[in-house]
């Protein structure tokens, strides 16, 4: 079964450094998505990604957030100057059509962030 | 108001039991429904999609209500297995709209 897949799974870092975390979606779907999800907290949205641009973003994600898709395969969300708030689980999605026409979302395994 | 409003859990039953989780929404302009499970630490699983009339899978059952901005889940024969964090979820956007979790109802299943 075709799956969502995030590298890596936990990054350490230190308060000021720039991360990259990876993500490749499913390979026949057309958006993509970030999440996050602080420890204790509910999932938030961070950014929804189609053709090859952001198609709508949250108030989390600021100038220092950005994604890019430099490859067919690869979604990657980089954070420019990480904070300490920034520690929490971040979740690649993607999406693709169902038989009912609905789109349906698939979650990858997380990467989890700790500034420190 | 949360737009997205589940009951707090834990809920803690035996297995075999039938158990119900409760969801409300609030912005009437949402599109899709669907209930994820979360285990500890790990990704949000899709468990249902929503359909407007409800649909049944097995074990479980998901009920709409648009005039009311309600969505339940109901698990039958509940296993240890299903013990997890249960998330009802809301879009507002079609196709690549945002997902907009609840908080999640915890569910434990006790030999």
């Known amino acids: 079964e075709p799956e969502v897949t995030q590298t890596p799974s936990h990054q350490v870092t230190q308060m000021g450094q720039e991360v990259i975390l990876r993500c490749v979606p499913i390979?026949?779907?057309?958006?993509f998505y970030w999440y996050r999800q602080i420890l204790g907290q509910k999932v938030e949205f961070l950014v929804s990604?189609?053709?090859?641009?952001?198609?709508?973003k949250s108030e989390i994600f600021d100038d220092q957030f950005s994604v890019e898709r430099p490859d067919g395969s690869n979604f990657t969300l980089k954070i420019r100057s990480t904070k300490l708030e920034d520690s929490a689980m971040y979740f690649c999605a993607s999406s693709g059509p169902t038989g009912q026409g609905y789109y349906e979302q698939y979650f990858g395994p997380g990467t989890r962030l700790t500034v420190t | 108001r949360k737009e997205v409003e589940q009951d707090p859990g834990p809920f803690n039953v035996p297995e075999g039991a039938t158990v119900a989780f409760n969801c409300t929404y609030s912005?009437?302009?949402?599109?899709?429904f669907f209930w994820y499970r979360q285990d500890c630490r790990k990704e949000p699983k899709l468990l249902m999609s929503?359909?407007?009339s409800g649909n049944e899978d097995g074990r479980f059952t998901a009920q709409l209500n648009r005039a009311s901005q309600y969505i339940s889940l109901l698990i039958r024969d509940s296993k240890l297995s299903d013990s997890a964090t249960y998330l009802c979820v809301v879009n507002r956007g079609g196709r690549g709209g945002k997902l907009i979790f609840g908080q999640g109802t915890e569910l434990s299943v006790k030999p």
């Open positions: 912005n009437s302009a949402s599109q899709s």
């Open positions: 929503v359909y407007s």
């Open positions: 990604f189609y053709n090859n641009e952001i198609s709508e």
């Open positions: 390979s026949n779907h057309l958006y």
